[in-house]
C-alpha cells in the first residue's frame, strides 16, 4: 500500500498529475458564464488543493472544509480563529 500525500507533504509533481486529470473537456460549463483564463486557472489550483487535502484526511475534512483549508493555502481567504467561529453561532 502506498502512503497518501498530505496537503503538506504533496509534492509539485503530484499535484502536476492531478492537474493533468482535469481536462477540459470533462468540465460541465452548462448554464454557467465563461471564466477568464486566470479565473479558470485559480478555480482549478483551488479544485485540485481541496482534493488533495481531501484525499490526504482520507475523508475526515468534509469537502467545504477542504475547499476552506485550500483557500487559506492559496490566500484567498484569512484563517478563522475559534473566536470568529464562535462569534458565528
Not at 486566470?38 to 481541496?50: N, Y
Not at 484525499?55 to 478563522?80: F, I, M, N, R, Y
Amino acid at each position: 500500500m502506498t502512503s497518501r500525500p498530505t496537503a503538506s507533504t504533496i509534492t509539485d509533481d503530484q499535484l502536476d498529475a492531478l492537474y493533468a486529470r482535469l481536462r477540459p473537456s470533462r468540465r460541465c460549463r452548462k448554464g454557467r458564464p465563461k471564466l477568464t483564463a486566470e479565473q479558470q486557472a485559480l478555480a482549478d489550483d483551488l479544485h485540485v488543493r481541496a482534493l488533495a487535502i481531501r484525499a490526504a484526511s482520507e475523508g475526515e475534512l468534509s469537502v467545504a472544509d477542504a475547499v476552506h483549508l485550500a483557500a487559506v493555502q492559496l490566500g484567498l481567504e484569512t484563517p478563522q480563529t475559534d473566536t470568529e467561529e464562535a462569534g458565528e453561532s
